[in-house]
């Protein structure tokens, strides 16, 4: 697996750690004693495949820290991933990608019809060759370490930015809890065979209140399932443990 750029034969714990602990210089919200373990667990099931099907991390994002540049975080993110592919041929590969919800939708969205990470990529792809996976919570809490957008409180748990709202809601998401349990995580294909989400915007998009902006397309020509296909609902998870209060156990 690569990290910073080497690979490493022998599993580093420490490594790891300062890579969690420099995400959340960027993404605080990210940075948890949860991310460790997934990465962890990637490690030890990528040490078990043979060679030829290893996986192989690519880092394609931008210097949060880089003002010099005029171009977008997302258009940013397209060129340095179209010159990974060409640099090692690597078209006919398969790729997965962990990003924020506002990045993996394949239409713009906004007043100024913002141009988000996945739709760059759809317009240079062939059909049906990516697919978006979104995920939305019910009934949860989050980490959400305090920031200029948000107050958060002493823990930085909030449970008020589910997606039934108030803050943040998504159209037709009590459909999907009607046909799930507490305390689970369910898959819906939403571009399966007579999918009523080919012909309705019910779950393509969320509504901001209070602050922010919505993350919604703006045409009616646009449908759910040509924005995401996959949906991920959560239900009653608890929120991320910050890294450093489980250094010890690492």
């Given at each position: 697996m690569h990290l910073d750029g080497r690979i490493h034969s022998i599993k580093d714990n420490s490594i790891l750690r300062k890579v969690v602990l420099d995400i959340g210089q960027r993404i605080p919200q990210q940075s948890s004693h949860q991310l460790f373990e997934k990465w962890e667990k990637i490690y030890d099931y990528n040490k078990a495949l043979p060679d030829s099907s290893k996986i192989t991390v690519l880092g394609i994002d931008k210097n949060f820290d880089d003002n010099s540049r005029k171009l977008s975080r997302d258009s940013i993110m397209t060129l340095n991933f179209k010159r990974i592919i060409s640099k090692g041929h690597l078209e006919n590969e398969k790729f997965y990608g962990l990003f924020g919800y506002a990045h993996v939708l394949q239409e713009g969205y906004?007043?100024?019809?913002?141009?988000?990470?996945?739709?760059?990529?759809?317009?240079f792809t062939k059909k049906n060759s990516i697919k978006s996976f979104v995920c939305y919570n019910l009934d949860s809490e989050v980490y959400l370490p305090e920031n200029d957008q948000f107050p958060a409180p002493e823990d930085h748990k909030l449970?008020?930015?589910?997606?039934?709202?108030?803050?943040?809601?998504?159209?037709?998401?009590?459909?999907?809890?009607?046909?799930?349990d507490t305390n689970s995580v369910t898959i819906f294909d939403l571009d399966n065979t007579d999918s009523?989400?080919?012909?309705?915007?019910?779950?393509?998009?969320?509504?901001?209140?209070?602050?922010?902006?919505?993350?919604?397309?703006?045409?009616?020509?646009?449908?759910?399932?040509?924005?995401?296909?996959?949906?991920f609902l959560i239900r009653n998870s608890k929120a991320l443990e910050p890294i450093e209060t489980t250094a010890n156990s690492i």
């Open positions: 906004g007043e100024n019809n913002f141009r988000p990470f996945a739709e760059r990529i759809k317009s449970s008020i930015l589910n997606d039934d709202g108030p803050i943040m809601l998504v159209k037709g998401i009590n459909d999907l809890r009607e046909l799930t009523p989400y080919k012909k309705n915007q019910y779950l393509g998009g969320i509504k901001v209140n209070f602050f922010g902006s919505d993350v919604i397309t703006k045409s009616p020509d646009v449908f759910t399932t040509d924005v995401l296909q996959y949906v």
